[in-house]
């Protein structure tokens, strides 16, 4: 049995920060862990050009405590009224490393998000001639379709057809939670990869409901059925290049996810990497851990990987109890008080 791993330093390919107290209360939680995160733009307002994404990226660095070495990559909201301009100057100067599609009203803070693709087509193609990768919450907006369904329908109604129209552009469909996603991304050119966060490989739509209502495991995507739970677990554990990490932490203060109408969003920073190396463990797949956390999305997003490395050893640790913020409010970890089996030190 594997006691002790030691591996490149990770990267977390999808983060929200938040802004303002949130932001410096759950930014160590990341950057103690990952060397660089993708940085969700999703705030109030979005994150929109280049200039917002600047300012955002130098709040960020304000607060990153001295001792930990991160770096933040940013991203830029994509809107019906998106400057391409703008988007590829950007990212020609280093700040700008991808940009969000949120289809309108999919998921939290996404009021202003795209309507319909036709109007952004010229972002896009722009992106996909720079090679600069648009990165997708996957799921459809019709209140028709049922929530279970909307990750699905998605890939048929707007992924194929985006792709198709625009064959060269580089997606990374975000935190998949279906195996048509985990099939569709296999079977796809190289252009076409995704993330899979922790709680996507460990719950499934009944843990939601296990002995009542769990507001605490309501993210979007919505969980779904065990079979695709396990079909997304077998993408990440699998070793494929095209699949690498990123958790979705999604910070809300308890009080908004204990509420009549709770928010989305599972808050897993604190012990990220400890979570998915107990899935790696279980599937015995430890030798792909590497990959999965620190080579697969470098090679994706045309980076090189870490120098640093962490150091993973097989002794228990508590996940850390809720955090507190200013204004009295807190954030609760995901299986908060729960012991896993791993910890993790970085090496240097
Ligand atoms: O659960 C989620 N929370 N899914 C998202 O897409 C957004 C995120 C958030 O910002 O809270
Ligand atoms: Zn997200």
Known sequence: MTDRLEIRRPDDWHVHFRDGAVMKAVLPATARQFARAIVMPNLVPPVVTTDDAEAYRARLMDCLPDDLDFTPLMTAYLTDGTDPDNIAAGHETGILTAVKLYPAHA??????????????????????????????????????????????????????????????LRVVLEHITTAESANFVRSAGDNLAATITPHHMLINRSDLFRGGIRPHLYCLPIAKREQHRLAVREAAVSGHPRFFLGTDTAPHAVKDKESECGCAGIFNA????????E????????????????????????????????????????????????????????????????????VG
């Open 279 to 346: 899935a790696f463990e279980e599937d015995a797949a430890l030798e792909h851990f590497e990959r999965f956390a620190s080579l697969n999305g470098p090679a994706f997003y045309r980076l090189p990987p870490n120098e640093t490395r962490v150091r993973l050893t097989r002794e228990p640790t508590e996940t850390p109890g809720p955090l507190d913020l200013p204004d009295g409010n807190t954030v609760l970890p995901f299986r908060s008080g729960q012991m896993l089996r791993w910890s993790v030190d970085v």
């Open 270 to 277: 604190p012990t990220a990497l400890e979570l998915y190396l």
């Open 107 to 168: 998921t939290t803070n996404s009021a202003h998000g795209v309507t319909d693709l036709t109007r952004v087509e010229p972002v896009l193609r722009q992106m996909a001639e720079i090679g600069m990768p648009l990165l997708v919450h996957g799921e459809v907006t019709d209140p028709d379709i049922d929530i279970f369904d909307r990750e699905a329908v998605f890939i048929e109604r707007v992924l194929k057809p985006l792709l198709e129209r625009i064959p060269d």
